[in-house]
């Protein structure tokens, strides 16, 4: 039986990544391809180890984390509870980001939603003020009353 491989190109086009990526994760010691002279070779644990750690990177783990589980994995090839442990930490330590960004966000929204309601209640003053032919006049020093040099 053969062992599938594929060249940087193939995965490339499969992954949607740059052939520059792949060698950054390859330089960051996340995936070892055999070399024929200049030629790498992927082997089907490339492959996979490739999709991982895109799954990892869109789950907001860093290079490192991703690096800490292969690691863990290579000493232990039927995974281990270290791994498993060391996963749910990792998830755990995530997701308490993303809820204090989710916090932070909805925080943000509200202090749009304050802004937002104050202009229009003062746009919606200007143009009452505007249609009774009382037309405010700037205050001292706003922009329409500086000379332009």
């Known amino acids: 039986m053969t062992k599938k491989t594929y060249s940087i190109s193939e995965l490339s086009h499969e992954f949607e990544l740059t052939t520059r990526s792949i060698r950054f994760y390859e330089d960051q010691g996340l995936l070892r391809p055999e ?3 200049t030629t790498r070779i992927y082997g089907n ?4 180890r490739l ?3 895109l799954r990892g990177k869109r789950l907001g783990l860093s290079l490192a984390e991703i690096r800490e589980l292969f690691a863990l994995w ?6 281990s509870e270290k791994q498993l442990l060391l996963m749910l930490a990792t998830i755990a330590s995530r997701r308490a980001h993303l809820e204090q960004q989710i916090k932070d966000i909805a925080m943000v929204q509200q202090e749009l939603d304050i802004a937002e309601q104050r202009c229009t209640e003062a746009l919606a003053k200007l143009r ?3 249609s009774e032919g009382r037309v405010p006049t700037p205050a001292k020093g706003s922009a329409t ?3 332009v040099s």
């Open 35 to 37: 070399h024929r002279g």
């Open 45 to 48: 644990q490339d492959r996979v």
């Open 51 to 53: 999709k991982l750690i």
């Open 74 to 79: 290579d000493q232990t090839p039927s995974g």
């Open 128 to 130: 009452q003020e505007m």
């Open 145 to 147: 009353n500086r000379k």
